[in-house]
């Protein structure tokens, strides 16, 4: 890996999480509040997270949204009554990660150029803002805004190019091999995994790291 100019992320399981998507976090709160693993969770999850897809205001914040999810999903799995207690532990668990990851965005940004590049809603800008992540960086791609998610090279593209990078001047950091390696590896972008438990990078020599606050030690 050569000497970067830029540095995008992922948001939702790279900078409030160690590794872990939203579904599976998800997953595990609800087993916990609703007493057990419900069947169709995976079913309800997808329907819950489409339905908020450009359908959300642009300034909705972080809480609020976690709060709509957990609502859609409880709501598909008749367990109304989780929702809140879901939401409320979701976002203690992100508030700590985030905490640490705005450390580290701040240490970093003295040095790269910073941007996420996320699918999400059509409110990660304000996300951004309410979580302190916005002063440190240069732009935060939303999928819902761009009409592109990842893997596809667009959204990429559209983060580079407010970056002024070309893609062998940035590493990409996220936790999905499907979206976020695949997507940097198909644009010949450096791209570090982060990594929650077991599993084989995508590519040989690949960085893997177990959380953001290790990046600076892998970066050349």
Not at 51 to 69: M, N, Y
Request: charged share 25%; net charge negative; glycine share 10%.
């Amino acid at each position: 890996m050569s000497a970067p100019e830029a540095l995008l992320f992922d948001f939702g399981g790279t900078l409030d999480a160690d590794g872990l998507a939203w579904k599976e976090r998800f997953r595990r709160l609800f087993a916990e509040e609703a007493g057990g693993e419900a069947a169709g969770f995976d079913r309800a999850f997808y329907d819950a997270d489409d339905a908020l897809v450009g359908a959300v205001p642009a300034q909705l914040p972080f809480s609020e949204t976690v709060r709509l999810l957990a609502q859609g999903v409880a709501e598909k799995l008749s367990c109304p009554e989780a929702a809140g207690r879901v939401a409320e532990r979701f976002l203690a668990d992100a508030g700590r990660s985030l905490a640490s990851s705005r450390k580290v965005l701040e240490r970093l940004s003295e040095r790269y150029r910073l941007g996420i590049v996320s699918n999400f809603y059509g409110n990660l800008e304000a996300v951004c803002r309410e979580t302190g992540l916005a002063p440190h960086l240069t732009t935060a791609v939303d999928s819902a805004v761009v009409g592109a998610t990842k893997p596809d090279p667009r959204i990429f593209r559209a983060a580079l190019s407010a970056l002024a990078a070309l893609p062998g001047e940035a590493v990409f950091v996220g936790d999905s091999l499907p979206r976020d390696m695949a997507g940097a590896k198909g644009l010949g972008m450096a791209h570090v995994w982060v990594r929650s438990g077991e599993g084989s990078p995508c590519c040989p020599g690949d960085r893997v790291i177990g959380s953001v606050l290790e990046l600076p030690e892998v970066l050349p």
